[in-house]
């Protein structure tokens, strides 16, 4: 499970989840747009719909990467313990993975019922560099230790991008493609998104 607001997806994400499946050697990684994410303001400039669009076309033709909208579908804000539980009702036998950036790993004991997600799923962490591995290491004693929580460090490459460029360039006029998929440049640029100031 890889959550997020994914407004837009980008390369970073898709790298994500293709490392992450590679290195804990899953069978499927579910992207997850957020309907309303709790942890941070969100503005609605387009909807959770179209978010979910980009990333359905973002995964296509990647056998081990589905875009799902199991959060979309349930109204209010988007809680983690939620999904988890209504994975576990669909895949029962099956060992779920949390995957989460640096920030939200550094957080996750805060999170609504965290005791039933650490129950639930491995919890992945992704540092953005080596200074970050150590304080996400020590996190991972934390979670360990005080929470029992099952816990992975992933190793990825650094991918120096995020939604909020991608947005800012859209608005400014310039290019993206090097960013994003190219079916979702492609989304973007049909349906206009992005481009009011």
């Known amino acids: 499970m890889f959550g997020g607001t994914f407004n837009p997806i ?14 804990l050697h899953l069978d499927k990684v579910l992207l997850i747009p957020t309907h309303t994410p709790p942890h941070k303001q969100y503005q609605e400039e387009i909807t959770a719909w179209q978010r979910w669009e980009m990333c359905r076309l973002a995964v296509r033709g990647y056998e081990n990467l589905e875009a ?13 313990v939620d999904t988890l539980r209504e994975l576990k ?11 989460t950036g640096a ?18 799923a491995v919890v992945c962490g992704v540092p953005r560099d080596q200074e970050n591995e150590k304080i996400l290491e020590k996190q991972e004693e934390v979670l ?22 991608i947005r800012e360039r859209i608005k400014n006029g310039q ?8 079916s979702v440049e ?9 481009q009011k100031s």
């Not at 009702?89 to 995957?99: A, K």
């Not at 992933?154 to 939604?163: F, G, K, Q």
């Open 10 to 23: 980008h390369n970073g994400h898709i790298q994500l989840a293709l490392c992450s499946a590679k290195q």
């Open 68 to 80: 799902s909208d199991i959060e979309i579908k349930r109204p209010g804000a988007s809680y983690t």
């Open 89 to 99: 009702q669909e895949f029962p036998d099956t060992q779920l993975y949390l995957i």
């Open 103 to 120: 920030d939200m790993f550094l957080t996750v004991q805060n999170w609504r019922c965290a005791a039933d997600i650490f129950s639930m």
């Open 144 to 165: 360990h230790r005080d929470f029992g929580a099952k816990t992975v460090l992933l190793e990825m490459p650094l991918v120096p991008i995020s939604s909020t460029e």
């Open 175 to 182: 290019p993206i493609g090097q960013w994003v998929p190219k």
């Open 186 to 194: 492609r989304y973007i640029r049909e349906n206009h998104l992005y």
